[in-house]
């Protein structure tokens, strides 16, 4: 299949260790968030999300931060495993009723065994 | 199937062309919407529907796209006289707003058209 992310930013981790991804976003006004992880050859798929009246969510494995004074969200994989290499892109909706997502320009995450 | 379906799953057009890619949205979402992606980039918003009405198409390129959801399920976009820069994959994502769900979008596995 195709290869998504081919100049994007590259984290390279060891298996087990923690993951973050960092991306900022680019409106104050955005009120809901989340986290899609893009294997090659695959759409995006979700892995969380965080609506603005809160600044930590977990899931398995997953945790989301967000900072809403510099607009930063980060994701956090604990225990990262060779199945988590992927594309992982941020999105936000800009709060009207559209439902419209802008997403990040993504993180290549590279899981060494 | 219960995920968002789309096909064809791989396009190759000569320029001048004009396709058609079909999105078939998980089976009851009110909202459906197209995204297009260049190679390393992020989806990048197209069009909305929200059952029948396309209440949003602020997103397309050009008057060469056009989408349409005429019975409020399955989706078509259209790309007239394709264009070497029309080259990207096509997302489909939907929603259910109507049942208290939340906003997540559901994507599809996407259609890679390439203009040659």
């Known amino acids: 299949g195709e290869s998504v992310g081919l100049h994007l930013p590259t984290l390279s981790v060891q298996e087990g260790d923690n993951s973050i991804i960092n991306c900022a976003y680019s409106n104050s006004a955005s009120d809901y968030f989340i986290w899609y992880k893009q294997e090659s050859g695959k759409g995006p798929q979700f892995i969380i999300d965080i609506r603005s009246n809160m600044d930590k969510r977990q899931g398995q494995r997953v945790t989301v931060l967000l900072n809403k004074t510099v607009k930063h969200l980060s994701l956090q994989i604990a225990a990262t495993q060779p199945g988590d290499s992927a594309v992982y892109f941020c999105?936000?909706?800009?709060?009207?009723?559209?439902?419209?997502?802008?997403f990040g320009s993504g993180t290549r995450l590279l899981v060494r065994p | 199937g219960a995920g968002v379906s789309q096909s064809p799953r791989y396009k190759v057009a000569k320029r001048g062309q004009d396709v058609a890619l079909r999105c078939d949205p998980i089976?009851?979402?009110?909202?459906l919407f197209w995204y297009q992606q260049a190679l390393g980039q992020g989806p990048e918003f197209l069009t909305y529907f929200q059952n029948e009405a396309q209440l949003d198409k602020s997103g397309l390129p050009s008057d060469r796209f056009f989408a349409e959801r005429p019975e409020g399920s399955v989706s078509t976009l259209k790309i007239q006289r394709t264009q070497q820069e029309d080259s990207a994959v096509y997302l489909c994502?939907?929603?259910?707003?109507?049942?208290?769900?939340?906003?997540?979008?559901?994507f599809g596995p996407g259609t890679r058209l390439t203009v040659l």
């Open positions: 089976s009851g979402h009110v909202s």
């Open positions: 994502a939907s929603i259910n707003i109507l049942h208290g769900g939340t906003d997540t979008q559901y």
């Open positions: 999105a936000e909706n800009m709060g009207d009723s559209s439902y419209k997502l802008i």
